[in-house]
């Protein structure tokens, strides 16, 4: 089988770029999110989320308006712009009634001053990417489902397939690269997260059991002397 060039998948991990640099902050909201089944990444600048924002797509971004480097309303210029827009929920300490308004007025989806409540961020979370959902193209007919939560994939017959916690994490790093091929040493950095010996099979094995649990749902292809690519059926 072979992939289709230009089909995404449509799959409910959620992915959003936390643009914060005071580390506390930034650690605290992306556990959070996590834990509640986001796909999260961090920027610590204003020049590291535009690169982020160029990188790759997606669902939202959480930022902060004062940053090192290119300030948050640059960062919130680029995200509006990009095709399709980004929506942003901005999040910051500036709470005066002009900021917020010349976020807003600038395409800011949502403002929320902080301090703030955990409950009332995830609450503002939700509603953006509801948003952005019923704004967005209609979903493939058979989409690959990875819940992170509860670590399952949902088949294309409505069956569910449990994952361990290795594969999860594979198969939601290889969904943020669809279709682009990725070393065995990539992976390992991604999800093992540090280093192994380069001769360990561990990737082979894990890929191995993943194309086991897709069977006919994707098709994760080895590409000699490159990696690994997941590509649709």
């Not at 230009?6 to 770029?17: D, P, S, T």
């Not at 300030?71 to 680029?78: E, I, K, P, S, T």
């Not at 712009?81 to 900021?99: F, I, K, M, R, Y």
């Not at 040493?185 to 540090?194: G, K, P």
Request: charged share 25%; with cysteine; proline share 5%.
């Amino acid at each position: 089988m072979s992939g289709q060039p230009g089909r995404a998948y449509a799959c409910r991990v959620v992915q959003i770029l936390l643009v914060e640099d005071e580390p506390l902050i930034a650690s605290f909201v992306s556990r959070g999110l996590r834990a509640e089944g986001y796909s999260t990444a961090v920027a610590g600048s204003g020049d590291d989320a535009l690169m982020e924002l160029e990188a790759r797509a997606w669902d939202l971004v959480v930022l902060d308006l004062k940053l090192p480097g290119v300030d948050g309303f640059g960062v919130l210029a680029r995200a509006v712009e990009a095709d399709p827009p980004v929506p942003v929920l901005v999040l910051s300490a500036q709470n005066g009634v002009a900021t917020k308004v010349a976020a807003l007025d600038a395409g800011a989806s949502d403002y929320l001053a902080k301090p703030f409540s955990f409950d009332e961020l995830l609450a503002r979370v939700r509603a953006c990417v509801r948003r952005r959902a019923r704004a967005g193209p209609a979903a493939a007919a058979h989409p690959l489902e990875l819940d992170l939560r509860s670590r399952r994939i949902t088949r294309r017959d409505g069956g569910r397939v449990q994952l361990s916690e290795r594969e999860c994490a594979l198969l939601e790093y290889l969904l943020r690269t669809p279709e682009e091929v990725v070393s065995r040493q990539r992976i390992l950095n991604a999800v093992w997260d540090y280093q192994f010996d380069p001769r360990s099979n561990v990737v082979d094995v894990c890929i191995a059991r993943l194309r086991r649990k897709l069977e006919t749902e994707a098709v994760i292809e080895t590409v000699r002397g490159g990696g690994y690519r997941l590509v649709p059926c």
